[in-house]
T-cell receptor
Framework: QQQVKQSPQSLIVQKGGIPIINCAYE??????FPWYQQFPGKGPALLIA?????SEKKEGRFTISFNKSAKQFSLHIMDSQPGDSATYFC????????????FGSGTQLTVLP | DAGVTQSPTHLIKTRGQQVTLRCSPK?????VSWYQQALGQGPQFIFQ???????QRGNFPDRFSGHQFPNYSSELNVNALLLGDSALYLC???????????FGQGTRLTVV
């Protein structure tokens, strides 16, 4: 019940394309859903996060879509660039659990020039 | 703002040895969490420290222990190292009651 399932495992798009990464969860107590970007040899960097009371959030070229009834959320990267090539992780946390993050398995994104 | 800093960046240990990893949280943050990230996987929660006490623990054996100091910095100790402990160990910090977790660059531990 604590799992967050992420797909696809890897994704290749052309520059300017819109990669979409999907995550699904079971624990309805989760109330905070961040996305992290990780480059090789670096720690994860917080990109954008959403709470279940909104269906969409945009920050720059990154958009989270959230479907509470389906218990799914996704990350869209508009006008993708080669510099966006990295591994992306979705995560979830809940109150009362010290806000520990439960991560998905990651998506390795490659944006071709 | 220096962000979350971890030391050392890389470490090689022999099976059965003990290791200590260190973390300084982001300025203004008093809560520190440790995660283990195996190659090709997402980070797994080890434990969290707040007010110098372990507040929450993930599914890790007692060989993994920690400490938080009055200045909010933290240490992760792993005893009786196993080959399977080879991973990137990440420290994350939050402000009190805050939801956003900021990660350090990690310590790459290799057990041989």
């Amino acid at each position: 019940q604590q799992q967050v399932k992420q797909s696809p495992q890897s994704l290749i798009v052309q520059k300017g394309g819109i990669p979409i990464i999907n995550c699904a969860y079971e624990n309805t107590a989760f109330d905070y859903f961040p996305w992290y970007q990780q480059f090789p040899g670096k720690g994860p960097a917080l990109l954008i996060a959403i709470r279940p009371d909104v269906s969409e959030k945009k920050e720059g070229r990154f958009t989270i879509s959230f479907n509470k009834s389906a218990k799914q959320f996704s990350l869209h990267i508009m006008d993708s660039q080669p510099g966006d090539s990295a591994t992306y992780f979705c995560a979830a946390s809940q109150m009362g659990s010290a806000r520990q993050l439960t991560f998905g398995s990651g998506t390795q994104l490659t944006v071709l020039p | 703002d220096a962000g979350v800093t971890q030391s050392p960046t890389h470490l090689i240990k022999t099976r059965g040895q003990q290791v200590t990893l260190r973390c300084s949280p982001k300025s203004g943050h008093d809560t520190v969490s440790w995660y283990q990230q195996a190659l090709g996987q997402g980070p797994q929660f080890i434990f969290q420290y707040y007010e110098e006490e372990e507040r929450q623990r993930g599914n890790f054996p007692d060989r993994f222990s920690g400490h938080q100091f009055p200045n909010y910095s933290s240490e992760l100790n792993v005893n009786a190292l196993l080959l399977g402990d080879s991973a990137l160990y990440l420290c994350a910090s939050n402000p009190t009651g805050g939801t956003e977790a900021f990660f350090g660059q990690g310590t790459r531990l290799t057990v041989v």
